[in-house]
Nanobody, 121 residues
Framework: VQLQASGGGVMQAGGSLRLSCAAS????????MGWFRQAPGKEREFVAV????????YFADSVKGRFTISRDNAKNTIYLQMNSLKSDDTAIYYC???????????????WGQGTQVTVSS
């Protein structure tokens, strides 16, 4: 499956952004979808995951209560709504697809190219 992330940009602290990730190539609803991020000088970290139907989600503690993840299987797209942005949210955000419901990046088989999110304080 091919993944294309979009929606990144520059935002002031406290603002909101919505990232999108469009999938193509295989049956989208067969995949668990996740968002990860990598800040400068840091390792990639888990952000959020959503199961095949969209009924179950899980978030990293650092974004819980501020970010939501959703999917539209008819449009082969997932979304990451990011509210109350902080400077610590500055990173490249990657969407990824997996056959298992997991927060481990090693469990994800397909990755998008990433979209830059910069939060200015």
């Amino acid at each position: 499956v091919q993944l294309q992330a979009s929606g990144g940009g520059v935002m002031q602290a406290g603002g909101s952004l919505r990232l999108s990730c469009a999938a193509s190539g295989r049956t989208f609803s067969n995949y668990v979808m996740g968002w990860f991020r990598q800040a400068p000088g840091k390792e990639r970290e888990f952000v959020a995951v959503i199961n095949w139907s969209g009924s179950t989600t899980y978030f990293a503690d650092s974004v819980k209560g501020r970010f939501t993840i959703s999917r539209d299987n008819a449009k082969n797209t997932i979304y990451l709504q990011m509210n109350s942005l902080k400077s610590d949210d500055t990173a490249i955000y990657y969407c990824a697809a997996s056959g298992v419901y997991s927060a481990r990046d090693a469990d994800y088989d397909y990755w998008g190219q990433g979209t830059q999110v910069t939060v200015s304080s």
